[in-house]
């Protein structure tokens, strides 16, 4: 390996110095330039979106992948030398999911050679730690994703560690097992265990000692969080009180100079200011101010938030409202066997508004979204989009809705130009209809230059933008929207919302399920599911309200809100095995 | 044609062509099994060695021999000293066939009585064995009607005539066969990738949320592999007879018409195990399993009439059965209208079962 060996700073358990990694076929190297020092008694955050080179660093940290360039110490030795002390827990792959829990847990003791004596002891502690003591005989396949993800944790400490690597622990997981997970691993904490907790969402970054900041494989900032959200400080600011739409004002706002990024939140506007004076004087609205958060500060070092007004939404046709609802569900239900997966439920989404279903894992969200756009038959109750009845007339009904999956879900081996005709031929374009349509597109999301590259090589900004490219080609008054950000960096979330706020302004209806708090508060109603069932409705606002009374909170967060109404639920049926059991089915 | 299937054939035609691995199934298996077959394959019997054990020593015995060493087939003659040797020659594969002549041989055609010799054959390779056993045979009578002219003529005077394929050229019944497993093998494994790589890769929501409605997506599915078949079947069509000398006896437009509902049905086939499949392993091992029937039952490997029953039952319902009989009946046969269509309507059946249990499956895998 080029260059001396780091020495890391006391207390230090791992180092890297400027690590370059390229891969064959990438536009941008993975790691440009990375250091980092993991220190003992603390949570190091590796803080980025999707495609940012947190895995390359955690596989270099764990010996599985050899930098180009740069140094790396683990255990003040070379990588994968000393493995014996280091913990890893890959993002995927890390569990054999037709063994038992307790195969699991077996397996990985015989691969760090637990002593037989120790083993008894060592299991019931850390079954007892990650509460899975009552699945030991479950198959892991089986298990929901929030205890796969602490069953995994479980497997890296069967020797205890002092380098503990966690690559994307809370991924896929809902809040309420991401706390648990989080409190989980700050319960291990002590002054010989150094972890490194990598994540894409950057409010866990807020609760880390110190955190590194990647962006396309370049460090944008690294050290305490506090220091990043203290540099917006007196910046952020809240608005309400403003007689026009919500979307109206936010995209306003965006549009001025001085400001650099906003969001919805309930009835009111969140926005990130050059100056903090910069709305000085102004009538109109109230203006109060508002906690800064870090990702106010990431989106302030990669230069700012879209500008408001969205290209896609002004060349957007007028919806024209018809006389129901946008989406009906009436009474929908869905049973696998004895499983009810979705029972009952209802609800409707006028034209111009965005309805969100939110839920844990294996609630019943999916099920629900799924009937709606024609994927799952219910079992009973019925279903209309735009008018058009699921059962008897499934094909107008989507024809008259655009669909956008949670992973990319276009053609990854068609090239972009493919990828754009293939979905207007599909959604019945023809001839000058599609080539008209395919070019709009084409310019809005600024496709132009990379119509003949491969999709499934683009960088993950581009392909969020194809696919929502693909799914508004044929302007539907309707869109089906699957966790639609989930892993992509602020900046890009803030470009694909910017684009649905100026979507629903021209009447589009848009249906949403998502993990993200964020994106459930550009809603304008929510139905949180679980257990199968509607255990809430309302506006976002409203939902806070109530859980401020339930759980006696002081202005709740979206994410407190979430947790205080599943916990409420929990409690009404005390005489049952917690919800563990039931997020399991 | 509606734009919207357009779409879906033209899409499919793009992941077909640009998909690295879908690409190296489309030419290279019917590269591989072009050179296999017609090089490696052989169903003649040459250079073999033969033990011969002459307890007569005369000129009979002599001249039997010497006729068997100038037989093309036969390039050793090995003297065997005891039938002690002659069990080992055997039992080791040193020879295929030993000759048994008993001591009375030469002194029976010197009387005029019928002189029989002795074959041991090795069993284990009973096809070899058969035919050379048969080339034995032939020998044997000949030489007899030489060394007693003046007798009556041997009880088996029969002659032999190969009708359709008169020296019974092993190439000519190759090439009309192999072209049915190339068409099958491409085109059946293509189709079964076809929908599960969309399962696989998360598009097939997409593909099931868009307006296309189902028949759309199983003929858009189902047309490139059904060229795929096409193609790799004109392409034996021009080589068997350009560059291995196979006779095309029959009409090049009932012989497409028979490939054409052959590929219909093998292209249903293809997409049952699809639709029945979630990964693409399961779908790749799925076409194998259905291929190897596909070809073994045929009557490509071994005659239909050897099977049992049973078996013999269940190639009522293989598709490659049908078109085998087409197509070494439009090569060698000048098959005529009139014989077709026995073969072709069950090959109609076959696709119309496929194509509607795969289309329902298709639906209700989704559930």
């Known amino acids: 390996m080029p260059g001396d060996t780091p020495s890391p700073g006391s207390g230090a358990v791992a180092c890297v110095r400027d690590l370059v990694k390229n891969f064959k076929g990438a536009e941008k190297p993975a790691l440009d330039g990375v250091s980092l020092e993991i220190p003992t008694g603390r949570v190091t955050g590796l803080v980025g979106p999707d495609g940012a080179g947190k895995t390359t660093l955690i596989r270099i940290l764990a010996g599985l992948m050899a930098p180009d360039k740069g140094s790396v110490s683990v255990l003040g030795g070379a990588p994968g030398k000393d493995m014996e002390h280091v913990g890893y827990m890959p993002q995927r792959f890390g569990l054999y999911e037709d063994l038992t829990v307790q195969q699991n847990l077996d397996l990985y003791a015989d691969m760090r050679a637990l002593p037989a004596d120790e083993r008894e002891a060592t299991f019931s502690r850390l079954l007892e730690f990650t509460d899975l003591a009552r699945f030991r005989d479950r198959l892991a396949g089986a298990l929901s994703g929030g205890m796969k993800q602490k069953l995994g944790l479980a497997c890296a400490l069967v020797k205890t560690p002092r380098l503990l690597l966690l690559d994307e622990p809370g991924v896929g997981v809902d809040p309420i097992s991401r706390r648990e997970l989080w409190a989980m691993v700050q319960e291990l904490i002590t002054d010989g265990l150094g972890v490194l907790w990598s994540t894409a969402y950057l409010d866990e970054a807020e609760k880390c000692d110190s955190v590194y900041l990647l962006s396309e494989g370049e460090l944008l900032f690294s050290g305490d969080p506090a220091e990043l959200t203290c540099s917006v400080e007196d910046r952020v600011v809240r608005l309400t009180g403003f007689e026009k739409r919500r979307r109206k004002v936010l995209t306003q706002m965006l549009d001025r100079e001085g400001v650099i990024d906003g969001t919805i939140q309930g009835r009111s506007v969140r926005l990130l200011l050059k100056t903090p004076d910069e709305l000085k004087g102004e009538s109109g609205f109230e203006i109060a101010p508002a906690q800064p958060r870090f990702e106010d500060g990431f989106i302030e070092r990669l230069g700012g938030g879209p500008k408001g007004t969205s290209a896609l939404a002004e060349a957007y046709r007028n919806i024209e409202a018809g006389d129901g609802p946008a989406i009906e569900a009436k009474g929908l239900t869905r049973r696998f066997g004895d499983f009810t997966a979705a029972h009952d439920v209802s609800f409707s989404v006028p034209y111009g508004s965005i309805f969100g279903l939110l839920g844990p894992n294996g609630a019943g969200k999916s099920t629900t979204f799924k009937m709606l756009c024609g994927l799952l038959t219910p079992t009973e109750g019925s279903g209309a989009v735009a008018g058009h009845d699921l059962r008897s007339s499934g094909g107008r009904a989507r024809a008259a809705l655009g669909y956008m999956a949670q992973k990319f879900s276009l053609y990854g081996e068609l090239s972009v130009a493919q990828n754009l005709n293939f979905f207007a031929g599909a959604y019945g374009l023809e001839g000058r209809d599609a080539r008209h349509a395919v070019e709009r597109v084409t310019e809005i999301f600024e496709l132009g230059d990379r119509l003949k590259a491969t999709a499934g090589t683009l960088p993950l900004g581009f392909k969020q933008r194809l696919a929502l490219a693909a799914a508004v080609l044929h302007e539907p008054p309707v869109l089906f929207l699957d966790e639609p950000t989930s892993g992509v960096d602020p900046v890009t979330r803030r470009e694909f919302w910017m684009h649905i706020n100026g979507l629903v302004e021209k009447g589009v209806a848009v249906l949403v399920t998502t993990h993200f708090m964020e994106e459930a508060e550009y809603c304008d109603a929510i139905t949180l599911i679980y257990r199968s069932e509607q255990i809430a409705s309302g506006t976002p606002d409203e939902l806070k309200s109530q859980a401020a009374d339930m759980a006696d909170l002081d202005d709740p967060t979206m994410e407190d809100t979430f947790i205080a109404m599943i916990e409420a639920s929990d409690a009404q049926r005390p005489q049952e095995d917690g919800r563990a059991e039931s997020e399991a089915a | ?367």
């Open chain 2, 1 to 367: 044609m509606s734009g919207a299937l357009k779409a879906m054939i033209v899409k499919e035609f793009w992941e077909l062509l640009r998909d690295p691995k879908a690409r190296i199934t489309l030419v290279l298996p019917p590269l591989i099994q072009l050179l296999i077959f017609s090089f490696a394959v052989t169903l003649q019997v040459e250079n073999v060695a033969i033990g011969v054990l002459d307890r007569s020593s005369g000129t009979a015995s002599t001249e039997l021999i010497q006729r068997i060493a100038g037989a093309e087939t036969f390039d050793e003659v090995r003297r065997l000293g005891s039938a002690e040797e002659l069990r080992r020659a055997i039992d080791r594969q040193e020879v295929l066939a030993a000759l048994v002549i008993e001591q009375d041989f030469d002194s029976r055609i010197a009387r005029d009585e019928t002189a029989t010799v002795g074959v041991v054959l090795d069993g284990r390779r009973s096809n070899a064995a058969q035919i050379v056993g048969g080339y034995l045979t032939r020998i044997a009578a000949d030489t007899g009607l030489e060394l007693r002219p003046a007798s009556t003529p041997p009880p088996q005077n029969a002659i032999a005539i190969n009708w359709f394929n008169p020296n019974l050229e092993y190439i000519w019944f190759n090439m009309p066969s192999l072209l049915v497993v190339i068409v099958s093998v491409s085109c059946l494994s293509v189709t079964a990738q076809t929908v599960a790589r969309e399962r696989e890769m998360g598009t097939f929501d997409q593909l099931m949320v868009s307006p296309l409605t189902v028949p759309q997506i199983l003929i858009g599915k189902m047309v490139p592999p059904f060229f795929v078949g096409l193609f790799n079947g004109s392409v034996y069509l021009v080589v068997a007879p350009l560059v291995f000398g196979v006779p095309f006896t029959g009409s090049i437009p009932w012989f497409y018409v028979g490939l054409t509902i052959y590929l219909v049905s093998l292209v249903g086939l293809g997409m049952f195990v699809s639709a029945l499949s979630t990964t693409q392993q399961q779908a790749f091992l799925g076409s194998f399993v259905a291929t190897i029937p596909v070809i073994l039952l045929s009557g490509f490997a071994s005659p239909l009439e050897n099977m049992p029953d049973w078996l013999r039952a269940i190639t009522y319902i293989n598709p490659a059965r049908y078109f085998m009989e087409i197509s070494i009946g439009q090569f060698l046969k000048a098959m005529p209208a009139a014989d077709m269509l026995p073969l072709l309507w069950p090959l109609v059946v076959i696709g119309f079962v496929t194509i509607a249990v795969s289309g329902w499956l298709f639906r209700a895998r989704m559930e």
